[in-house]
């Protein structure tokens, strides 16, 4: 699986972890309250595996500032080749290696559902977050399962268009309350007709916290292409 394929499908499961935090009209859901308050930002290594549509193992950065945004770096190599940020207003995907992005609203890949930063950053940990189904688009849902006070599943179904599961096997300890030590992703979209699963493994205790991490900002630097989302699944779909 050749470079130009590989990072659309890092962009893919990227938007996903960001779930369309974009800024709409909807209602936002809140985080339940046994969620830790007491960190403000984390920087966090990863090694995303991805296992459907194709074998591949990158490893990442994950940094969040609390309620605020999410950041994702991926390395290919040893080189940064891709990074994604997110917030309440804006997702701007980077491909560093071919200087290309995306600097819009790419929620057609994604289950439409009523989340900002907040409370994708406790989905993507394990920590459940209560969605009404009042709130919800036409059509779509969302279940959980819990253990204990973590989540054990969480699946949102977007009127059968895009149907995305976050399952987490085993929580770790940190010291800012539990986390989970890996998120387990899958995604069925019928826009692509292509699985892709996928698992986060975080390792907690190399991350920073707090004071130890400096906000990134993410500026373009020199001529960069803008990419029609349309064109990723174009190149994902012939995947190998």
């Known amino acids: 699986m050749t470079l130009r394929k590989i990072l659309p499908l890092l962009v893919l499961i990227v938007a996903a972890l960001c779930l369309d935090s974009c800024k709409s009209t909807r209602q936002i859901v809140e985080t339940e309250q046994n969620t830790p ?35 994702v770096s991926a390395k290919v190599f040893g080189m940064e080749v891709f990074v994604a940020h997110a917030t309440d207003d804006s997702v701007l995907v980077v491909d560093k290696m071919h200087r290309q992005y995306i600097g819009q609203n790419i929620s057609r890949f994604l289950a439409d559902m009523p989340l900002n930063a907040s409370s994708v950053q406790d989905i993507l940990t394990g920590h459940p977050v209560d969605i009404p189904q009042r709130v919800l688009p036409v059509g779509a849902s969302v279940s959980r399962e819990m253990n204990g006070d973590m989540l054990a599943k969480i699946s949102f179904d977007n009127r059968d ?13 940190t010291p800012f309350g539990d986390m989970a030590e890996s998120t387990v992703i899958d995604i069925q979209s019928e826009k692509t007709k292509k699985d892709i699963n996928a698992v986060i493994e975080w390792q907690w205790s190399k991350a920073r916290w707090n ?28 995947a190998r």
Request: charged residues 20%.
């Open 211 to 238: 004071d130890g991490v400096e906000p990134r900002e993410i500026k373009l630097s020199g001529k960069y292409t803008p990419i029609d989302p349309s064109d990723i699944t174009g190149i994902l779909g012939g």
């Open 37 to 71: 308050a007491a960190w403000t930002r984390v920087r966090v290594p990863v090694n995303l595996k991805v296992s459907s549509p194709a074998n591949l193992s990158v490893s990442a950065t994950v940094t969040m500032i609390r309620d605020t945004s999410i950041t």
């Open 161 to 173: 268009v895009t149907k995305v599961s976050l399952t987490y096997p085993s929580v770790v300890s």
